[in-house]
Nanobody, 116 residues
């Protein structure tokens, strides 16, 4: 069974940093590209960034480019989202995402609140 479990969310002040983690289970993680999405209150879920199966290619939404960094550890079946220079508009529930055998899987999400 495919499972994605996010962690690391919390409350952070504007300008601060936070690192989210996503643990993956039940599929060949090292062969799968992974993504991060977020959903703010009253808004649709939006793409944040993604990483190729090897980790050699990363891509980001314009809104987070230069501030967020995605990495992965295929030995641990983990993907990470390092968030720096956080802004109030980054407040959202953050989800990791995987496409496995033409199906899309989501974790339960982790809440990030950016507030002073």
């Amino acid at each position: 069974e495919v499972q994605l479990v996010e962690s690391g969310g919390g409350l952070v002040q504007p300008g601060g940093s936070l690192r989210l983690s996503c643990a993956a289970f039940g599929f060949t993680f090292s062969s799968s590209a992974m993504g991060w999405f977020r959903q703010a209150p009253g808004k649709e879920r939006e793409f944040v960034g993604g990483i190729s199966w090897s980790g050699s290619i990363t891509y980001y939404a314009d809104s987070v480019k230069g501030r967020f960094d995605i990495s992965r550890d295929n030995a641990k079946n983990m993907v990470y989202l390092q968030m720096n220079s956080l802004k109030s508009e980054d407040t959202a529930v953050y989800y990791c995402n995987a496409e496995v055998s033409y199906r899309t899987y989501w974790g339960q999400g982790t809440q990030v609140n950016v507030s002073s």
